[in-house]
């Protein structure tokens, strides 16, 4: 790739408008790397110009007031707690999520359902194995994550289901 002072000015305007903040560019023959900090810095390991600008803006400080730690912090918990509200159901392996046992049948279970530990929820098909995945808690069905007939990855949750308290 051959750069002139054109090419590179290009980089810099590209950069600087989308909000890139760094740029690094290695072939078997050359290096480049653009920064800017502050002010634009074209360096290379090649015998390039190196070129600098000063920026219009300089970058501004953003300070958090301690009022919006605390709120953001405030929020923070409260996420943590409606996480802690609902038992997940996660995928036990990569395949492909059924609600039904075949595609004219009714699901295994709707938003809403109660189910007991042992119930079957779903089947996960992996490598032409049909694998039946069960509730292990008593609930209600909160929330159905996954589409039918949709890929599923080792760990993606399926489920959420709200706890029943005895």
């Known amino acids: 790739m051959r750069l002139d002072k054109t090419k590179l000015e290009e980089i810099i305007k590209l950069m600087k408008n989308n909000g890139v903040k760094e740029v690094i560019y290695k072939s078997l023959f050359a290096s480049l790397t653009i920064k800017m900090e502050g002010e634009h810095k074209i360096i290379s390991s090649d015998n390039y110009e190196v070129i600098r600008q000063k920026n219009e803006k300089p970058l501004e400080k953003i300070e958090i007031t301690e ?25 036990p392996l990569v395949g492909t999520f059924y609600r039904a046992p075949a595609p004219d049948a009714d699901p295994f279970v ?57």
Do not use: P, R, W
């Open 67 to 91: 009022g919006e730690k605390q709120k953001e912090d405030k929020e923070e918990n409260k996420t943590k707690k409606e996480e802690k509200k609902y038992h997940e159901i996660k995928a």
């Open 110 to 166: 709707e938003k809403g359902d109660k189910v007991k530990v042992g119930d079957t929820l779903c089947i996960v098909e992996a490598m032409k194995n049909m694998n039946e995945i069960e509730s292990d808690v008593e609930g209600i069905i909160k929330d159905i994550c996954v589409q039918n007939a949709e890929m599923v990855e080792y760990g993606q949750v399926l489920f959420k289901i709200e706890i029943d308290k005895k």
